[in-house]
């Protein structure tokens, strides 16, 4: 095979024959490459961190994170979007996809767009990407030219970007001010970059956007503090995060997080003893960050209720 083929594209002998294989030994080789694509998330630590704070920063200043790809990675990066919003309490509207096909990639998923630079181009104006965003591209080859111009669009309209890719050398991570790259090697099936590439992929932008939302005061001692509770099960944990870190009974952590509107941050500053109106101010003067609101809280006089 030429020795420009892409590592994600390579046909490893190891796997000659594999389709004669037991059922058994196949799963266990496709298994293996999973892990070995986890494997190479932990070389890629200091640079999602790196992307995280980029993001972080946007966020916290009122921007956006928008998400860009095609193909397989455009569904991973819409996997991981979505959550965003419940999990960590990111209005919607901060969060944005632009991916080759738009919606209709969830009912059948096609690589004509993939090739389309135009396209991305277009979709990166239409999302009004600017200096205030930080836009995440993903790519497995890295050279899809779609997620590199759109990528390289959004940098030229000032907006922070991340690129993730599995080829060192890739444009994509030339082109991006911090690059992602995830050496998950050759896959068990030669190009078939949902597999082993995908794994790493997922697992890189579950890391980024967790960190981005403890770095923006979500997070307290490993609970989802700004929950968005839309329904009985996060409706009961959010109960159990005010319990826990409030110290207080399950009707005292019910009746705060009515006060609150059901909002976690405030309820647990109101079952420490604070006011709602309290409670909204504190969380104010520490740009909501729930730690540093109770230790001024500590420091008051709070309001017994």
Known sequence: MDSTTPA??????RYAGLDTWPDETILAALLDGQKRALGSVGAAIPALAAAARLAAEKL????????LGAGSPALIALGDALEIPQTYGVPRDRIVLILAGGEAITRNLTGTDEDDAGLAEHDVVAAAIGPADCLVAVS??????????GLT??????AATVGIAGNS?????AAAEVAVLLDAGPEVISGSTRMGAGTAQKVALNMLSTLVGVR??????????????DNAKLRGRATRIVMRIAGVEQSRAHAALSLSDGAVKP???????????????LLGRTKGNLRAALALLGTATPAVG
């Open 169 to 173: 050398g890739a444009p994509l991570l």
């Open 267 to 281: 309820a647990v500053l109101i079952a420490a003893g604070a006011t709602p109106a309290e409670a909204g101010t």
């Open 60 to 67: 916290a200043a009122g921007g956006r994170l928008a998400y």
């Open 153 to 158: 669009a959004a940098r030229a309209a000032g």
């Open 140 to 149: 497995a080859s890295g050279s899809t030219p779609y997620t590199v111009a």
């Open 8 to 13: 994600t594209e390579l046909a490893e002998a």
């Open 216 to 229: 923006l005061g979500h997070v307290h001692d490993g609970l989802m503090v700004n929950v968005n509770a």
